[in-house]
């Protein structure tokens, strides 16, 4: 490469983990709680947004989509069914741990995800001990794939976007920061993202 990477980003669900939040995990929550799906879809798309950049809490999100009407099960019962969906992907952690362990670039995640969710995952995969850094759409109060985060981030790590690497698995995410001159790679699998890393020579 003719620029060497001194900051690499990751995001998390999708490429360290299952998504915490996303179409799969909600389908699963209507059916298991016996959800109407279009309305809930509906109130999630109203309210994601502010839930993700920090301007509601996970109970006021609750509030409009789920406990707007009576239910049968608690408030509790339903956070903890929506943070059991999360699992971490070992192999693709064990990708990022090595190239910690090499110390040949700064690493962060960036990641979209509401600061409840967001504070679970990071601890239940263990993420802490890897990156010193997290960067998540509900502390900075912007989401991907605005070009704002992606500023916000260079200018609070003061890294060059030329010698910067983003790596997440939607090319939407992918697409602004390349734009602002950033590398970028999209996940697929942990042998792929190990391969390619290696020609970046983060890790052996």
């Known amino acids: 490469m003719s620029e060497r990477i001194e900051l690499v980003l990751f995001d998390i669900g999708g490429v360290l983990g299952s998504n915490g939040w996303d179409r799969e995990q909600r389908d699963r929550a209507a059916e298991h709680f016996g959800l109407d799906p279009g309305d809930f879809q509906y109130r999630h798309e109203e309210t994601v947004g502010d839930l993700e950049s920090g301007r509601i809490t996970l109970d006021e999100y609750l509030e409009i989509t789920v406990f707007c009407a009576p239910r049968s099960f ?3 019962r339903f956070k903890a069914f929506m943070f059991d969906q999360s699992e971490a992907w070992p192999e693709s952690i064990d990708v990022a741990r090595d190239v910690a362990a090499a110390g040949r670039a700064r690493m ?3 990641n979209n995800e509401g600061e409840e969710l967001n504070a679970f995952r990071i601890r ?3 993420l802490s001990a890897i990156f010193p850094t997290f960067f998540s759409s509900c502390w900075l109060g912007v989401r991907k794939p605005t070009h ?3 500023e916000r981030v260079l200018g609070m790590t003061q890294a060059d976007p030329v010698r910067t690497l983003f790596i997440d698995d939607r090319m939407q ?3 602004p920061a390349a734009a602002l ?3 970028v790679l999209q996940f697929r699998d942990a042998g792929q993202l190990r391969s390619e890393l290696k020609s970046y020579a983060l890790i052996e």
């Open 74 to 76: 608690s408030a509790e």
């Open 173 to 175: 995410n992918l697409t």
């Open 181 to 183: 001159g950033m590398h």
């Open 124 to 126: 239940r995969f263990g």
């Open 108 to 110: 962060a995640t960036l």
């Open 148 to 150: 704002r985060i992606y």
